[in-house]
Every structure is written in C-alpha cells, then in structure tokens.
C-alpha cells in the first residue's frame, strides 16, 4: 500500500514547480497537465466562478436580512441531477492517468503510486474527509465542497467548524443546482471529476500532515504557495478566502 511518506515526498515535489507555476496564467493545457481532463477543467472554473459569485450573494443575504423586501417568484428548476452511480471503467481510466501524471515526474515511484492508487487508499481517506464532514460521496456538489474546504484548511492551518461546513455545503449545492452544465452532466463524467478531485485531495492532506509533523515551517509555506499554483490557479485567493456560517466569502 502507499505509504505516508511517499504521498508526501510526491506532493512535495509541487514546490520544486513553484517558481514557474506562481507565474504562470491559467490554460487548458496546464490543466490537461494535471490529469484533470475537459470535463473536470469545466467544472473546476465553474466551482471556482460560483465560490467568489456565492460570497457576494452570502453579503447580500446578510444586508437583505437586515432590510427585508418581498422575494421575487423562485427561478424554474433545472433539470438534471448533481448525484452520480459510479463504475469501475471510470475508476480505472481515472487511475490510470493520474498514475500516468505523477510517474512522469517520479517514475521511480510508479510501482508504489499504481499499487496505492488501485488499492483504493487514497479514495478511502478523502471518502473518510467527507463523511466526517457529513458530506455525500455521490455528489458533485459535495466533494467540490470537501475539495475546496481541504485548500482552505491546508493554507490556513486551522479546521473549518461544523457550522462552516454545513454552510459551504449548502453554498455549493444552491449554486451548482442552477448551473445547466454541471447538473446535465453525465455520470461518467461527473464520476470522472469527482475521483480526479480525491485523489489530488488526499495527496494534498497527507503531504500537509506530514509537513506539520516535521515542523518544517519554510516548506510548508512553499507547500502553501504550491497549492495556490497547481490546483487553484485562476482563484480565488487560498489565503484571503474568508470561511463564515454561510459558507466561502471571497474577496473581489
């Protein structure tokens, strides 16, 4: 099985890509780099767009409360659904090509990689992360949610609440179900981001764990800064990402 300090020497070579990554302007080919594919390429600029359009719309919240008008008639509900059935020839292509990404750059580590990979480890964790969080592992709408909320614990060093979980989960939920796109994707398709997602997601926990248990201060910024670069790189800003109750307030 993968072992610990493998993950973390894999997630920390992120940092020796640092200097160009910082840099570097957001572009599919950067995102194909990472494994991600066209499907999950969408859905991470449409996440991302609905994590800094939901702050404003939380501020909103927050003054109409203070004011009370007459609410406008519901919009129409769109059709489709953020829930998926899973099937192993996903799971395998998706392996596959996330093996495939990180031997590139550690192929003495291929071996190791494909061995925890098809074990279903790293899966295991990040399904262990969400249903602590009571979040669904069927659920695009979710495990964006639990993607996004582990950035967020990694830079900030701190656990969000119980509160500010249910909050970024009903956040993510309200804004995708109004997002034609992602509620009529396939279940291929939605499988296929939602297992790209794990498994950066566990890599990036376990390499922060392990950083915190070294106590190495300067690589764990490095780390930090490397997160900003490789999975979030068009936003919104990790570190002035602000968590409330009501969920992800970003700042413009």
Same mark, same amino acid.
């Given at each position: 099985?993968?072992?610990?300090?493998? %993950?973390?020497?894999? !997630?920390?070579?992120?940092?020796?890509? =640092? *200097?160009? %990554?910082?840099?570097?302007?957001?572009?599919?080919?950067? $995102?194909?780099?990472?494994?991600?594919?066209?499907?999950?390429?969408?859905?991470?600029?449409?996440?991302?767009?609905?994590?800094?359009?939901?702050?404003?719309?939380?501020?909103?919240?927050?003054?109409?409360?203070?004011? *009370? &008008?007459?609410?406008?008639?519901?919009?129409?509900?769109? =059709?489709?659904?953020?829930?998926?059935?899973?099937?192993?020839?996903?799971?395998?292509?998706?392996?596959?090509?996330?093996?495939?990404?990180?031997?590139?750059?550690? *192929?003495?580590?291929?071996?190791?990689?494909?061995?925890? !990979?098809?074990?279903?480890?790293?899966?295991? #964790?990040?399904?262990?992360? =969400?249903?602590? #969080?009571?979040?669904?592992?069927?659920? +695009?709408?979710?495990?964006?949610?639990?993607?996004?909320?582990?950035?967020?614990?990694?830079?900030?060093?701190?656990? *969000?609440?119980?509160? &500010?979980?249910?909050?970024?989960?009903? &956040? $993510?939920?309200?804004?995708?179900? &109004?997002?034609?796109? =992602?509620?009529? +994707?396939?279940?291929?398709?939605?499988?296929? !981001?939602?297992?790209?997602?794990?498994?950066?997601?566990?890599?990036?926990?376990?390499?922060?764990?392990?950083?915190?248990?070294?106590?190495?201060?300067?690589?764990?910024?490095?780390?930090?800064?490397?997160?900003?670069?490789?999975?979030?790189?068009?936003?919104?800003?990790?570190?002035?990402?602000?968590?409330?109750?009501?969920?992800?307030?970003?700042?413009?």
């Amino acid at each position: 099985m993968i072992n610990l300090r493998m %993950a973390w020497s894999v !997630i920390l070579a992120w940092t020796v890509l =640092l *200097p160009a %990554a910082a840099s570097a302007q957001y572009s599919p080919d950067a $995102t194909l780099d990472l494994g991600i594919g066209y499907g999950q390429m969408a859905l991470g600029q449409a996440a991302l767009s609905g994590t800094r359009s939901i702050g404003r719309t939380s501020e909103k919240a927050s003054r109409d409360a203070r004011h *009370p &008008q007459t609410k406008p008639a519901p919009p129409a509900p769109i =059709l489709g659904s953020l829930t998926f059935h899973s099937t192993p020839a996903v799971t395998r292509v998706v392996n596959q090509r996330f093996i495939d990404w990180q031997a590139r750059k550690h *192929p003495n580590l291929r071996a190791q990689l494909a061995e925890g !990979i098809n074990s279903g480890e790293l899966q295991t #964790y990040f399904a262990d992360v =969400l249903r602590r #969080y009571g979040y669904a592992t069927d659920n +695009l709408a979710d495990i964006s949610s639990g993607y996004y909320l582990s950035l967020w614990k990694i830079v900030h060093g701190r656990e *969000p609440t119980a509160v &500010q979980i249910a909050g970024v989960r009903r &956040q $993510t939920r309200e804004a995708m179900a &109004q997002d034609d796109a =992602l509620m009529q +994707l396939s279940d291929a398709a939605k499988q296929e !981001i939602c297992e790209t997602f794990a498994l950066h997601t566990a890599l990036a926990l376990q390499g922060y764990e392990q950083l915190i248990h070294s106590g190495d201060r300067h690589t764990l910024a490095n780390f930090r800064n490397g997160l900003q670069a490789t999975l979030a790189p068009q936003g919104p800003n990790l570190a002035t990402l602000m968590l409330s109750d009501a969920g992800f307030i970003a700042e413009d």
